[in-house]
């Protein structure tokens, strides 16, 4: 954040006078007293939220089963989630960092204060379509009213490109790795 004693040129163009930020941060959601202090509360958060929404998710996929719709489960993942998933260690946590930056900027920092919570959640889980998974969506769109929810309580998007960065890095290097290692061996235990 800017300190009280902060003092820019307020030539017109956004600029900042006794420590008030420029227009266009507090337009994105860029305001916060301190980030990183809003970094780690993202983190802890990201951490149960990634918890509450896999959880969830699999709750409805057991629902799903259980009411004999295993046919509308997804067997194996999309091309685009196995070679997201299957780029170098180093480019895996590049993606997940520009999207939880990008992705928060643009869906919580611009979009959520003009259309609200509810349009800018559809919109954010229309954006991940192109992956093709139903139950994906699902998740995309519990994620995105979490994130929602961040932005709304922390009052910036800090957190909450935090916690999606954590999100994003857990499924691409851990969980998304590891399921296509089970589908490759045809067994969850590897035999």
């Known amino acids: 954040g800017f300190g009280t004693g902060s003092r820019f040129d307020p030539g017109g163009d956004g600029g900042v006078v006794r420590g008030r930020p420029p227009v266009w ?3 994105l ?12 509360v993202g983190l802890s958060a990201g ?29 194996e993942p999309s091309e685009q989630i196995v070679w997201l998933a299957t780029l170098p260690v180093g480019l895996r946590l590049a993606v997940s960092l520009v ?16 259309v609200g919570i509810a349009a800018s959640s559809l919109l954010f889980a229309g954006a991940h ?11 995309v769109l519990l994620l995105s009213l979490f994130y929602a929810w961040l932005t709304r309580w922390r009052g910036s998007v800090y957190a909450a490109m935090a916690a999606h960065f954590l999100f994003d890095a857990i499924q691409l290097l851990v ?7 089970i589908i490759a061996t045809g067994s969850a235990f590897g035999t």
């Not at 959601?29 to 780690?40: C, F, H, N, T």
């Open 47 to 75: 951490l149960l939220g990634w918890l509450a929404v896999l959880s969830a998710a699999l709750l409805l996929g057991l629902l799903v089963a259980a009411m004999g719709g295993e046919e509308a489960l997804t067997r």
């Open 29 to 40: 959601g860029l305001r916060a007293r301190r980030i990183l202090p809003e970094l780690s």
């Open 25 to 27: 941060v507090r337009q």
């Open 129 to 139: 379509v192109a992956y093709g998974e139903p139950f994906l969506l699902f998740g």
């Open 175 to 181: 969980v998304i790795p590891a399921v296509l290692r």
């Open 99 to 114: 999207a939880g930056v990008v992705e928060e900027l643009f869906f919580r920092g611009f979009l959520q204060p003009r």
